[in-house]
């Protein structure tokens, strides 16, 4: 059986998958080195025990070796990738950040990127302060880097600091920054993209790790990836390869070598009086769970590959700042939903709906603009209807949340909508019971602009998606795995429910630093050794 990936390496010592599933001895009376921060883009909690007996690298490691928690979740409304990695090391929900979904996350003009074409990007949406700061109040001297394929998944877990945050520029397939944090790459990073890694893997296939017999999911499933390309072997050819290499494994094998490199070159977790931070977002999983599904024998097999590849990862680490010097924190930036029109043998979507909400959407602005109001200043986004101009309605002489009490009426008659709620009525709603209205609270003010909020069922899709997604407020969107291992951690398995908020003040705990602002996340003390 073919257990090992090729990882491509800038002589960072990536090692053989050390498959013992042992918790690292820590030096007494030492704080750790390092601290490394792993977000999984589109994470589900229940791939640990799903692919469980066929996992022997990393993630059983991690798994086995550490404080693992399966009822993790992202508690808020919008499980996209932008809120969920601004929560994880800030300690607060998205209401409190200011990163309420992709669309308003960190693109914007007028910081462009070093030697690449792609859109400009920066931490400037992005409110309060995260683990870093913390971090680098406590001690100056410490030393900060992040990196993944999406530019979002580098700068929100750091927040607003100006430290080394790259990210994957699929222009020209090159890490890169955006002029927020510098004006030139540094030589280790020009270095890397030189070895040009994209353009070395065209002409090459995406084949099964393992024999056929080790994965149960049908290879011939023609709604997965649009109907395209849907079976293995996946050729990676030359047309579009930069842009095309994020959907292949080998982008993350890029990423661990980009980060390692950059480690070893900063020489984080090698000094005995600072403890350094390596963050990193391995988003290839997102890429083909959103190609393929979560059901597919593709999302099956890169599993197995992350599992080897974070072996190596932690072997490299081992080696370099050495066992128990450093402490490790997991999780993903959210969940996924399988395709709403094919029955999962993983997940009970058999009443998920297809939802058509445009025409409703269309004749309510129609309503809207033959009584004066202006309906420009109204958007409607994945369920949530936005007023941009609060004074449109007051104008016109109309109530406004009459007009969008009734709209959420007619949506409510759609098959597929679970609620249709004003966020005036969602601040009042029992937040300890009430899971859906606790999660829209935590993304949005009852004074800002989102005034209605559509949910839909579980595992329900807007008409607009065409392919497998995730974002909306329901568990199986919501729930990612939350693990702890290594220096300063108490090992054990637990099923209390806990959110991503409660890792960064557990981070800072184990690290005995205070945060320096109020959180909505809490230390979760089981782990702290």
């Known amino acids: ?169 699929s222009s020209n397939g090159t890490f890169t920054t955006s002029r927020y944090y510098a004006d030139t790459l540094p030589t280790w990073v020009q270095r890397f993209n030189a070895q040009k890694i994209v353009q070395s893997h065209i002409g090459t296939a995406w084949t099964p790790l393992r024999e056929s017999a080790a994965y149960r999911e049908p290879d011939s499933v023609a709604i997965e990836n649009n109907g395209h390309d849907y079976y293995f072997p996946h050729q990676f050819r030359d047309s579009s390869a930069t842009r095309t290499f994020v959907e292949f494994p080998w982008m993350d094998e890029m990423t661990a070598a980009f980060v390692l490199a950059g480690a070893r070159e900063m020489q984080l977790g090698e000094s005995r009086s600072r403890t350094d931070l390596l963050a990193v977002s391995f988003s290839t999983l997102d890429a083909i769970g959103h190609r393929f599904g979560p059901d597919s024998k593709e999302l099956h097999d890169h599993i197995l590959r992350l599992d080897v590849l974070l072996g190596a990862f932690l072997d490299s680490l081992d080696a370099r700042v050495g066992k128990g010097r450093y402490v490790v924190a997991l999780t993903g930036d959210h969940g996924m939903s399988p395709f709403p029109t094919l029955k999962s043998p993983n997940y009970p979507n058999g009443e998920a709906k297809i939802v058509p909400v445009d025409v409703i959407w269309q004749n309510f602005l129609m309503r809207l603009k033959a009584l004066g109001v202006d309906s420009t200043a109204l958007a409607l986004d994945d369920g949530v209807v936005f007023l941009n101009k609060q004074d449109v309605f007051t104008k016109a002489g109309v109530n406004a949340d009459s007009a969008f009490a009734g709209f959420g009426v007619e949506v409510l008659r759609l098959q597929g909508v679970q609620r249709a709620d004003l966020i005036t009525t969602i601040a009042k709603a029992d937040t300890v019971h009430d899971t859906i209205a606790r999660r829209w609270l935590h993304m949005f003010t009852p004074d800002g602009p989102a005034r209605l909020i559509v949910s839909l069922t579980p595992y329900s899709y807007w008409l607009s998606k065409t392919y497998a997604t995730h974002g909306s407020p329901n568990d199986p969107d919501a729930n990612v795995p939350i693990l702890f291992w290594g220096a300063g951690v108490k090992r054990g398995q637990y099923s209390t429910m806990v959110r991503t908020v409660d890792m960064a003040p557990t981070l800072a705990a184990i690290l005995h630093i205070t945060p320096m602002e109020k959180l909505d996340g809490h230390i979760l003390k089981q782990v702290v050794r």
Request: charged share 15%; no cysteine.
């Open 1 to 169: 059986m073919r257990h090992q990936i090729r990882i491509v390496t800038l002589a960072v010592g990536l090692l053989t998958v050390n498959a013992a599933a042992q918790a690292p001895r820590q030096t007494h009376g030492a704080p750790p080195a390092l601290v490394v921060f792993i977000t999984i883009d589109q994470m589900r909690a229940d791939y640990f025990a799903r692919f469980g007996k066929q996992l022997s690298g990393g993630l059983k490691r991690l798994h086995d070796g550490g404080a693992f928690f399966a009822q993790g979740f992202q508690d808020h409304g919008i499980t996209e990738t932008a809120p969920g990695h601004a929560s994880v090391m800030s300690g607060r929900f998205p209401v409190h950040t200011g990163i309420v979904m992709n669309s308003q996350g960190v693109n914007q003009r007028g910081v462009p990127l070093i030697g690449a074409a792609d859109l400009g990007a920066s931490p400037a949406r992005f409110i309060g302060t995260t683990l870093t700061d913390w971090m680098r109040t406590a001690d100056p001297a410490t030393r900060v880097l992040s990196a993944s394929r999406k530019d979002r998944g580098a700068i929100l877990p750091i927040g607003r600091t100006k430290a080394d945050v790259y990210w994957y520029a």
